[in-house]
């Protein structure tokens, strides 16, 4: 029964499964690196009231040589904010599709950099938060390049790579009496 | 029992599925059709050199209109491959397939199209432009790879510094994608989204769409 068991046959069809389950493998583009600045407002003493620009520089760099399945989306999400108004600020995000595979692909927030205005509120100490969070996707299968024309990007199906979030930059804001 | 029938049948089930090299499962590559004396197969040699070509779209919303009607579009939604190399250039159509034909009060911008001839596996060439404040620099490096005999399917390597013109750029080790000779494709396509910005209403916001279409065709010139 044992020799049975390994009758080049069945070797042949475990083989043939082996390799199925292995072309339904995915592998993701990564994340390189991830950045955030804050520009403005720098660290000090600033009066109540006072209107303060917030500047910021968002960016993550994405590895998309070894991706499987083409195409690929990489997507850039975005923070800014100061501590007084910690969801005024939302998210902003930046999606880019490509079929290119290269080593290194920089996504930017765009605006570049992130400009916003803000009133100080009463005295006490706060700080101004820039993060970044990175997330690549690729393809569950091959969609395109044509001949034929892949098809329409509805419905098609990404597997998420590992997301990477940045550490975020702050600087401390006194607000004087 | 059930083992044994099993492993009885693999056989049958190795020919039935079987494309796995293995004693008992023989490689049966396809028969290539075989040139006769009579009609000795033709072959149409390679092109000697490529034009690479590009333009850049971009989606915007119409004046006027709230961008929160707008939230929901799909973030690929701008990631269209045009029909044909006709309509690659053909800015009419193309103002349409990426805006009213997307959603009414979408305007796309059809940009110039922007080409380089280039001989196979030459060093890439690079394209320069500046943006509207007439100093701000951008520009994107082209080659061509064959990668059949007739050179018809190519590897393009682009080096793109579009920072402050698209919000990405590449590193300059060129980058690789697979290409058609004749049909144009989305290599880059972007969208962005925004929620409770302080300069705009609450909720989320459709920010941005971009599109860069590429097309590589034989040189005729």
């Known amino acids: 029964m044992r020799v049975q068991l390994f009758h080049p046959g069945t070797i042949c069809l475990v083989a043939l499964l082996l390799a199925c389950t292995a072309s339904f493998a995915v592998t993701p583009p990564t994340v390189t690196s991830t950045y955030a600045k804050v520009n403005t407002p720098q660290s000090g003493n600033y009066q109540p009231n006072q209107t303060i620009t917030g500047t910021t520089t968002h960016r993550a760099v994405f590895d998309t040589t070894n991706g499987e399945y083409q195409p690929f989306k990489l997507v850039i999400i975005w923070e800014s904010y100061p501590s007084w108004a910690p969801c005024g600020a939302g998210t902003d995000d930046n999606l880019l599709y490509t079929y290119n595979q290269q080593s290194g692909i920089t996504v930017y927030s765009s605006p570049n950099p992130v400009i916003y205005q803000w009133t100080t509120p009463g005295p006490g100490q706060y700080s101004y938060v820039a993060n970044t969070i990175a997330i690549p996707y690729a393809a569950s299968r091959t969609y395109g390049p044509p001949p034929p024309p892949p098809p329409p990007p509805d419905g098609r199906d990404y597997t998420q790579g590992d997301p990477v979030q940045g550490d975020p930059d702050v600087t401390q804001i006194t607000v004087v009496p | ?221």
């Open chain 2, 1 to 221: 029992m059930v083992v044994r029938l099993l492993s009885l049948a693999a056989p049958v089930w190795g020919i039935v599925l079987g494309t796995v090299a293995c004693p008992s499962c023989p490689a049966q590559p396809p028969a290539a059709p075989a040139p006769t004396a009579e009609a000795p197969a033709k072959t149409t040699p390679p092109p000697a050199a490529y034009t690479v070509s590009f333009r850049i779209i971009k989606i915007d919303v119409a004046e006027g209109l709230d961008r929160r009607e707008f939230a929901d579009l799909p973030d690929s939604a701008f990631f269209i491959t045009p029909e044909s190399g006709d309509q690659f250039y053909d800015r009419v159509q193309l103002r349409q397939v990426f805006g009213e034909a997307i959603r009414p009060g979408l305007v796309a911008t059809v940009g110039p199209v922007y080409s380089v001839t280039v001989p196979p596996r030459a060093e890439p060439v690079a394209i320069r432009g500046v943006l509207m404040d007439g100093k701000t620099e951008w520009s994107v490096s082209l080659a061509v790879e064959p990668r059949s005999d007739d050179g018809m399917k190519v590897d393009l390597r682009s080096v793109w510094l579009t920072k402050d013109l698209l919000a990405f750029e590449t590193n300059p080790d060129p980058g690789k994608c697979e290409m058609y000779v004749g049909w144009p494709m989305p290599m880059w396509a972007g969208s962005g989204f925004s929620t409770n910005r302080p300069d705009r209403e609450v909720g989320k916001n459709f920010e941005r769409g971009y599109c860069v279409l590429v097309l590589v065709e034989p040189a005729v010139m």
